[in-house]
């Protein structure tokens, strides 16, 4: 059974940091890229960042470029993908989507992407 679970959001005052969790099973997880995507009340979901198979490369959308890293740990059944999100902005609050790809490459595009998470919301209060 294939599960993605996200967590790690909640309310933080801009300027502030958060860690999202993505923990993935029930596929060899170690094989595909993994993303995280948002999702902000009537807009359409967006790329946020992907870090490829091995981890040796990372992506990242421009308005979180500098502020966000990803990294990923393989083990042999799971996967954990993390996203880092610092100096966090009002307008960085959004549902937040952990996404696996089945490919060692990344895509931007939503339909691209095999699995999702759940969503765990981040709230950034001015």
């Known amino acids: 059974q294939v599960q993605l679970v996200d967590s790690g959001g909640g309310l933080v005052q801009a300027g502030g940091s958060l860690r999202l969790s993505c923990a993935a099973s029930?596929?060899?997880?170690?094989?595909?890229?993994m993303g995280w995507f948002r999702q902000a009340p009537g807009k359409e979901r967006e790329f946020v960042a992907a870090?490829?198979?091995?981890?040796?490369?990372?992506?990242?959308a421009d308005s979180v470029k500098g502020r966000f890293t990803i990294s990923r740990t393989n083990a042999k059944n799971t996967v954990t993908v993390y996203l880092r999100m610092n100096s966090l902005k009002p307008e960085d609050t959004a549902v937040y989507y952990c996404?696996?790809?089945?490919?060692?490459?990344?895509?931007?595009?939503?339909?691209?992407?095999?699995?999702w998470g759940q969503g765990t919301q981040v709230t950034v209060s001015s």
């Open positions: 029930g596929r060899t997880f170690s094989n595909y890229a």
């Open positions: 996404a696996a790809r089945s490919s060692v490459y990344y895509s931007r595009d939503v339909a691209n992407w095999n699995y």
């Open positions: 870090i490829s198979a091995s981890g040796g490369s990372t992506y990242f």
